[in-house]
């Protein structure tokens, strides 16, 4: 089945200082022109907090290849250093969630992952 487009993958990360690894991400996807104004960081705020805690990237992903695009920025992403513990956990809109770990994410894993998670069919025009 082929998503209606733009869809929003949601991205979280298992690691110690959640908060800055996502900010990170957001700044460095930020940097390429396909996704300038197209990222959102969110959360909630916890009990006694003035703010809120950042606790997912949202990503909107339009048609044209961009799911190849986001596939490499992750994985280039992933491969700088003191990033070699992360896992990303990347939601759909379908609630399908899948991780890609910092150690073992080549661009193809990625893009495959991502298909996945954003409902694409393997091998289908993003």
Do not use: H
């Not at 949601?10 to 022109?33: A, F, G, N, P, Y």
């Not at 799911?67 to 990347?90: G, N």
Request: aromatic share 4%; hydrophobic share 35%; no cysteine.
């Amino acid at each position: 089945m082929t998503p209606k487009w733009p869809v929003e993958a949601q991205i979280s990360v298992t690691e110690l200082d959640e908060r800055k690894q996502l900010e990170s991400l957001d700044s460095w996807l930020r940097l390429d022109s396909a996704f300038r104004g197209r990222t959102r960081l969110s959360g909630t705020p916890s009990e006694g907090d003035l703010g809120t805690a950042v606790e997912l990237l949202a990503v909107a992903i339009g048609s044209g290849g961009v799911i190849s695009v986001l596939a490499t920025s992750l994985s280039t992403w992933l491969q700088q250093p003191k990033k070699a513990d992360i896992i990303l956990k990347v939601t759909g809109p379908n609630g399908t969630t899948v991780e890609i770990d910092a150690k073992r994410a080549t661009p193809q894993e990625v893009t495959e992952l991502l298909n996945k998670t954003l409902g694409t069919e393997e091998g289908a025009t993003e």
